[in-house]
């Protein structure tokens, strides 16, 4: 359970955040906790009530979240070389839950070998708890709390850095952080919407792969 | 907006967001990965974690324009210095969190 942690930590201020701007945006709580529980998604959700509060369509806003998403199934396709023959409903419960902090966390500590797939789940259901625990109180309360107070903001920012470093295990990896880095600012620069996320990273882990191949080769 | 409006825009939303999650999950998981798959994907978790990164730390992303002079990438700098040494994940996002509070107060 310590395992989570981090994730809880980051995402109390950031669900405090979206219930705020959804009760802003007129949403009651009880909106904003289905919300929470049906999708489970930060940044579809932060998109879906800034459209909602633009009046825009119930299938555009269903549209976005779908691009807005698509990442994941490139995360759960990675999950799946350490969940392989698992039980299909253990896997259906499992990727409910899996978002850009609980994958970096699993995925890290499935790396390291001292992990399973048991607590993976529970770091996926501890930070959906938190996150709708955290949404709904921000529809309520949120308001009365003063903005980055403690640093909180950065407490993902910091987790993904962290995560990071775990990661790089080979100069190849090094190479990988580095190459998405630079084509992830390009991207975000250049292209409006949230594509550079998955195009940065597929771009940087085809060029590693493919350099790798290719050192390889000539050893 | 009624009851039935949201949990049909909800509904809709879950399951965009839930099928790209439990597809691949299901699908690869059940079938024996060739080498080359293995290979492209135990890069997907740095490229994905720089890309998420990279924004946050060079650029302004109220007008999405370049930014290196921000003060989240000093911090994230200090704060991989001391992941690299420690390489504990709690006491790195307490010092980033307490530089990021700090430098808010004096800055």
Known sequence: MAAAWPICLGYFPVGLALGVLANQAGLPWWAVALMSILVFAGSAQFICVVLLASGATIWSIVTTTLVVNLRHALMSSALAIYLQKTNRWFLTFFAYGITDESFALNMARFCSGDWDRWRALVVNQLANAVWIFSTVLGTLVGQFIPKGAFGIDYALPGMFICLLVFQLQSRFFILTGILAAFISILWYLLIPGDSYIIGASISAATLSFLIKRYVRRKQ | ?107
């Open chain 2, 1 to 107: 907006m009624n009851f039935s409006g949201y949990l049909l825009l909800f509904l809709l939303m879950g399951l965009v967001t839930f099928v790209p999650r439990w597809l691949p999950l299901l699908y690869l998981s059940h079938k024996h990965l060739p080498q080359w798959l293995t290979d492209w994907l135990s890069f997907i978790p740095v490229a994905i974690l720089s890309s998420l990164l990279a924004p946050i730390l060079l650029a302004d992303t109220t007008t999405r324009s370049l930014n290196i002079t921000k003060p989240e990438l000093l911090i994230a700098l200090s704060t991989l210095l001391f992941a690299l040494k420690t390489k504990s994940l709690g006491g790195t996002v307490f010092v980033g969190m307490i530089l990021h509070w700090l430098l808010g107060i004096f800055f």
